[in-house]
């Protein structure tokens, strides 16, 4: 009995963590399209060189961000290979921005802190769907 009642207590916590994770998924991703739209549609101007590429990029891997947290959140078996691409394009994206920028081209240092940001958040995300599987 009392293996059933802590099995049935690490599966309530599971949910929770795989709620707060699609959650974070979820509100991340819409700040980034936010953000993102704003400055493509030349309503907010930041001032660091934008390289426009990377910006849709960011746009559009929000909205892929926002199918991965609700598929996370409903838990679809599926939503744990999307985060993991998810967090895979990131990394991938923030080793090409972090080469053009200590070669000097023309991307901001925010252009690579914010990468980073990205990749740390969405790794913490797949860690937690993985684990709560």
């Known amino acids: 009995m009392i293996t059933l ?3 049935k207590g690490t599966t309530m ?3 929770i ?4 994770a699609a ?4 509100v991340f991703s819409l700040l980034t399209i936010v953000e993102g739209t704003q400055v493509l549609l030349e309503i907010t101007q930041p001032e660091y ?3 426009t590429p990377l910006l849709v990029y960011n746009v559009t891997m929000g909205v892929v961000g926002i199918f991965a947290g609700v598929a996370l959140w409903i838990n679809y078996g599926w939503s744990l290979k999307l985060t993991m691409i998810v967090v895979a394009a990131h990394l991938i994206v923030l080793l090409i921005v972090a080469a053009i920028y200590l070669a000097g081209g023309a991307v901001a ?3 690579v802190n914010a990468m980073v940001i990205r990749s740390v958040i969405w790794a913490a995300i797949t860690l937690v769907a993985w ?3």
């Open 17 to 20: 963590y795989k709620k707060i």
């Open 23 to 26: 959650g974070v998924a979820v």
């Open 49 to 51: 060189v934008v390289l």
């Open 13 to 15: 916590y599971k949910t």
């Open 131 to 133: 684990k709560t599987r």
């Open 5 to 7: 009642t802590y099995m």
């Open 109 to 111: 240092s925010h252009s």
